[in-house]
């Protein structure tokens, strides 16, 4: 299974369409069309972008059969570079059909519109603009959701806004990749997490292969301790261990993560949701599994807890784009100072943690007594940024984020993920407010950094609302 975040090499696909009554107007134009193609592939790749360039396509299969090539070679971002027109009733069936985020480019061999030099042959390759408003006109009235960028190859802005457009498809394609799986089920009336089945996330074709808890404790029961010793020797490495924790509830707690990895690794998935609340009323399991979650996200995958998938798979696309992310929740509000408290139980990001982390044993009573291990640390000071992903109420999807700050001030009285976090927006009684009243919900992705404008790409590319609060 593939953890590793691989936030480099962005990888773009560059279509380069034509017209077929060209061939007979320029016999010359796949050729001239390929050269402009691998010069401006050259250019992007100085800045770090990995391009693929297709044939030229001038029939629908031949756009459909280079659409299915850049799915298969994993492309993060489809860029329509139009220089000569291609008529979008060529285009259009093959980019609505498929998955990959696309952007539509009038790509130019020319920079400067110099009127004395502008002739026939400078047409060839510099008439993509109206294809471009053709095309987006075709696709604004299907499902698909695309974006556009203008703007010359040789021009640093321009390089800069497709590097951002890549990134944010990058996070979308990681996203509908992502396999989630989700361990107990949804917490019980828990609602707002629960959009599963809504509309924006068939349109990526997200769904979570869910597992039972007796399945997960199945899978529990089949680990050995040989399975498990790796782990013990990772939390001695990784870990300060607290006094409370002995040689058994380490094993213990090596045994849930390498169920829950050898579950994850069987389908594939790059995202878990789980219910600590049925895990650790299962007197097989009576662990909430959140050192295995905080491993997991140190790694690159989603992860969220009470079975929140969909949150999961958010994380996942956020530590993809941006390096590092982690779940976290807002528990408390500083009225006075303009502050929140984010926190959660056990589990959290380890690549974010502020000093060495800590694992400490924990107790949940409820139908039974569990106990098991959680992680302790604060996350590290600097700018940050809040971002949920929920459903509006015709099932689309929406994201709301809220930049700012995680300060410096120690929270030395309560133990597990947790910092104290200062909204640039400074009132939090009317941040809150606004929050609730667009929908936001109660489970966060915790981004280092202020990406609003990669954000509101994602938002452009998936066809979903975006609230920067």
Not at 179 to 190: A, D, L, S, T, Y
Not at 307 to 319: E, H, K, S
Not at 321 to 337: K, N
């Amino acid at each position: 299974m593939d953890t590793i975040c691989q936030t480099d090499h962005l990888q773009i696909g560059l279509l380069l369409p034509v017209a077929d009554l060209y061939h007979r107007l320029w016999p010359d134009i796949d050729a001239a069309l390929e050269s402009l193609g691998e010069q401006v592939a050259g250019r992007l790749r100085q800045v770090g972008l990995n391009v693929q360039c297709s044939l030229p396509v001038s029939l629908p299969e031949q756009v459909a059969a280079a659409c299915d090539d850049f799915t298969a070679k994993g492309v993060d971002l489809l860029v329509v570079a139009l220089a000569p027109y291609c008529p979008s009733g060529v285009l259009s069936p093959a980019l609505a059909a498929s998955r990959l985020p696309v952007l539509l480019w009038p790509m130019q061999s020319m920079l400067r519109l110099d009127p004395q030099r502008y002739d026939a042959e400078a047409i060839k390759l510099n008439h993509g603009v109206h294809g471009v408003q053709d095309l987006a006109n075709v696709l604004g009235r299907t499902t698909k959701d695309f974006g556009v960028i203008h703007g010359h190859h040789e021009q640093a802005q321009f390089i800069r806004q497709l590097q951002l457009w890549a990134r944010a498809g990058r996070i979308i394609r990681s996203m509908q990749n992502a396999k989630p799986v989700q361990v107990g089920g949804h917490f019980e009336h828990m609602l707002d997490l629960q959009v599963g089945e809504d509309e924006f996330l068939r349109r990526m074709g997200i769904a979570p292969t869910g597992v039972s808890v007796s399945d997960f404790a199945g899978q529990l029961a089949k680990t050995t301790p040989s399975d498990a010793a790796e782990y013990v020797e990772r939390y001695r490495r990784t870990f300060e261990i607290g006094s409370s924790v002995d040689d058994c509830l380490l094993q213990k707690t090596a045994r849930g993560e390498a169920a829950l990895r050898a579950i994850l690794s069987c389908v594939g998935s790059h995202a878990c949701g789980l219910n600590f609340l049925q895990l650790c009323n299962d007197e097989r399991v009576a662990d909430g599994l959140h050192v295995a979650a905080s491993m997991l996200m140190q790694e690159g995958l989603g992860y969220a807890g009470e079975g929140d998938w969909v949150t999961a798979v958010l994380v996942r696309g956020m530590q993809q784009g941006f390096t590092v992310a982690s779940f976290s929740e807002v528990f408390s509000v500083g009225y006075a100072d303009n502050r929140l408290l984010l926190k959660h139980w056990g589990e959290g990001n380890l690549a974010i943690a502020r000093e060495r982390p800590r694992l400490l044993a924990s107790r949940f009573t409820d139908r039974g007594t569990a106990e098991f291990a959680i992680v302790d640390f604060e996350f590290e000071p600097g700018p940050a940024t809040l971002v949920n992903l929920n459903a509006t109420a015709d099932e689309m999807g929406q994201l709301v984020c809220v930049g700012g700050e995680i300060v410096e001030d120690h929270l030395p009285n309560i133990d597990g993920p947790r910092c104290v976090f200062k909204p640039d927006a400074g009132d939090v009684a009317r941040l809150l407010t606004e929050y609730a009243c667009v929908g936001g919900s109660h489970h966060l992705a915790l981004i280092r950094g202020m990406p609003t404008d990669v954000l509101e790409k994602v938002c452009r590319l998936a066809g979903w609302s975006y609230h920067r609060l």
